[in-house]
């Protein structure tokens, strides 16, 4: 008998359509999850409302639920419990510096703009960094440069 | 609920977005320098996607699909603002534009996180911490600009005289003005600009800029109702384009 639980298992197999060692659940995108009477309805809650890999994620969960048996599967985008930056978890963290982006830092920051500032350059470490751009190649990325390594380097922005 | 009320508003939210996302995407590959291509692209792609959010609470209130409300009207069927559907003119120009329409957005959302329409409060507290980004990056490029050579500043003087009292024409009432405030769906015009000239005097003030007196400046009012620029029609026509070649196409 499957359950929410393993429902959240599997899905950690689904990965971020842009950023693709990072799962939709460590992303924090993967909400409430339901079975009734042998139906999946799974809640996403988008990083950007504009972003256009959403698309993409309500297809690949789709499809991996359809692939272990279940024919009625429902993804609903949802803002009930937006998104935010601190939902992506520790794992998540660690798999964007991996990766080379700077995890975004945490709790209610962003309304303060030097935050933006000497983000820890997911390099070498440093702070010695500024902000390039509060706008990066996708929505939920900026542009930073290291002072410290001479490399510019990208952070997925702080959303709160 | 008064549906119409509502349907109202969320219509010249929507096409203020819409219209005013297609006018930044204008800069894509034509920015003055590389982050500002970058940036003024981003926020065409927030801009967009917030008015599909839009278009997507009006399905469900009856309207029809949000590609075909969005692409399949005459101007004079849109709610936008005029300030919205300038030509892009110079960058200091689309600056000031940015400036003015963002600070009043980013409140907008900000009062439609109590909106009674929980499905509107909900994705407002979203849009909200978004337009962050966006008035930070004008705050940024007004700030630097208004403050740096006499070009600049005498630029985005003429351009913030010019634009004012398009600006003060996004507050337009609506016909349902008393209905929304007393039902609890939006706070209303009236204190969205008194909110909205208490955010952006200040910031003006730390440059060389000099606000123009808003009781001095008579607003360019009709757009909320349909009376739209010769600039509108063209724009509709090149943004829905393709899609007009073959509008039932499979994508």
Redesign the interface.
């Known amino acids: 008998m499957n359950n929410e639980t393993e429902i959240r298992k599997w899905l950690e197999d689904v990965m971020d359509p842009e950023i693709p060692v990072l799962s939709l659940v460590d992303l924090g995108v993967v909400g409430d999850i339901e079975l009734k009477e042998g139906s999946v309805f799974v809640e996403i809650r988008p990083t ?5 890999a959403t698309t993409q994620m309500k297809y690949d969960i789709e499809s991996l639920l359809h692939a272990k048996g279940f024919d009625d599967v429902h993804v609903d985008i ?3 419990s ?3 930056s601190d939902m992506i978890t520790d794992k998540g963290r660690e798999a964007l510096r991996k990766f080379g982006f700077a995890p975004p830092p945490k709790g209610n920051l ?2 303060d ?1 030097d935050v933006l500032e000497h983000v820890e350059c997911p390099q070498c470490g440093g702070t010695n960094t500024e902000l ?6 996708t ?1 939920c990325r900026s ?1 930073h440069y290291c002072h410290d390594c001479k490399e510019a380097f990208q952070q997925f ?1 702080p ?2 | 609920m008064n549906k119409t009320a509502l349907k109202e508003l969320l219509f010249k939210i929507a096409d203020d977005q819409l219209i005013l996302g297609h006018r930044n995407s204008e800069w894509t590959g034509l920015g003055p320098i590389l982050e500002e291509d970058i940036a003024f692209s981003s926020m065409a792609q927030d801009k967009i996607g917030h008015s599909y959010a839009m278009y997507q609470i009006l399905e469900e209130l009856g309207e029809g699909d949000p590609d075909q409300v969005a692409f399949f009207r005459k101007a004079e069927e849109f709610h936008n603002s005029q300030l919205v559907e300038l030509p892009i003119g110079e960058y200091s120009f689309s600056l000031i534009r940015h400036f003015l329409y963002d600070h009043s957005d980013f409140l907008r959302f900000d009062m439609l996180r109590n909106s009674s329409y929980e499905l509107l409060a909900q994705v407002s507290s979203k849009i909200r911490s978004e337009l962050k980004y966006h008035t930070m990056h004008a705050r940024t490029w007004v700030k630097k600009l208004g403050t740096a050579t006499d070009d600049s500043i005498s630029r985005l003087q003429n351009d913030l005289d010019a634009l004012m009292p398009y600006a003060l024409g996004l507050f337009e009432k609506s016909p349902y003005e008393e209905e929304i405030i007393s039902e609890n769906i939006f706070g209303g015009e009236e204190e969205l600009r008194s909110r909205w000239l208490e955010l952006i005097a200040p910031i003006i003030s730390k440059t060389e800029l000099v606000l123009p007196d808003p009781e001095g400046v008579e607003p360019v009012m009709g757009g909320r109702i349909g009376k739209h620029t010769e600039y509108l029609q063209p724009l509709i026509d090149e943004m829905t384009e393709v899609m007009r070649i073959d509008p039932d196409a499979e994508w």
């Open positions: 950007f409302v504009g972003c256009p949802s803002y009930k937006p998104w935010n962003i309304d703009i390039q751009n509060p706008f990066g190649p929505l542009i922005k959303m709160n």
